[in-house]
């Protein structure tokens, strides 16, 4: 198990496994303790936020293919003292330093979610989505046991960075407890929330401070040295890279825009988890053409076929998390769309080239298209959210409004 470190170190610019190989298969029975009352997830469903993960967990529970965390109080489990918590999401690999390095010293305290006699699947899953959590992977390495992470699978749904940058919006505004990083002037609550422009403004804003502690940290290091430019995309997401690593290096908070980021994602997840492991779809791919998207899901994770099971509903992906309000914000402003748009695209741009490379990737792992921004937008400026308008953010003429199309791929 490697030494427990915060922060982490540094991220590697190549593919490189921590977990060894195993010189015969092991079968998921190996999981679990003697008695089977602790055992280790073989199944990790990393997210996007907002991207159908909790629809995907869902369809395998209520189909008896997977079970999820199962707390009992007084039993020496692991509940994370200040996050949710459910048989979805443990939390774990997110948590607090103080609240890892608990289970770090008694694993079991985590194992203990997942026993045998709770799961007559046979199989369990952690569906937190980790995917944006910088420490989780080096996490995932330092206490997942090494004879066991070779058998260990990682799923990650990507949504296109607009259309879930918004839904985390409209989320936050349905409960009290979640932060904006913009000022909200009616106060905080359900419902109420600053506009989605000054959101986005203050959450590039926030990314972009993050991102200049690397800049300056390339600036000093190329100090006395002629400026070299250079037009190479393999050059520039090397830049950009760099400019994330230094950004968490530095101690400061990249914001919510940062969850968008899948191409830092993807090459931080895959210094240390193989890319054989990881599978990656794409989310409206996978909305469209739901059986193709969920038997690779299937055959990835090794669960038996859906096909038999009440074949109507089986493969049916239900809105877990869908909500009808006065507030729920449906178009954006035009000029926060480009400007998020300017954003994502070079994080996107790295995505595409890394997912291109198909040699490591699983067989079943269906092809990544580019993604297409679906959001509305709107010229008509955005009304601050409140619970007691009757329609606060469906305002503006049918000629104020229209799809928002970038050459229609980002």
Known sequence: MAALTEPD????????????????????????????????????????????????????????????????????????????FSPKEVHLFDAPPDEFAEVVREPARYTRLYRRSACNALRQMDATPYLHTWSAPLRMVQLIPPHWLPETRFLAILREPLSRDLSWYNHRLTEPSWEFCAPSPHGTGVGHGPTYAAETKCGIARFETCLDAGRGAAAAKSEGRPNATSSSAGKRSSRLRNLYLKCMESGLKPGAIAAG???????????????????????????ADVETHISAAVNFFGLPSLAGRNTTKAKKLRMTNDHRTSYKLNKVECSTASELTRTFRPWNEMLYALLEDRSQAPPMEPPFPRFTVRVPCTNVKQKLPSPLAESTNETGSSDATRPWRVELLL
């Open 261 to 287: 980021v899948y191409g830092m994602h993807y090459h931080r997840w895959t210094h240390f988890i193989p890319r054989s492991q990881m599978m990656f779809l794409e989310f409206d791919s996978m909305m």
């Open 9 to 84: 170190p540094g991220l590697g610019l190549t593919s490189v496994s921590l977990l060894g190989s195993s010189s015969s298969h092991v079968t998921p029975q190996s999981s679990c303790a003697a008695n089977s009352s602790a055992c280790w997830p073989h199944m990790f469903l990393v997210g996007a936020q907002k991207s159908a993960t909790t629809s995907l967990f869902d369809l395998f529970h209520r189909n008896g293919a997977a079970c999820g965390a199962n707390y009992l109080p007084d039993q020496g489990m692991f509940k994370p003292r200040n996050q949710f």
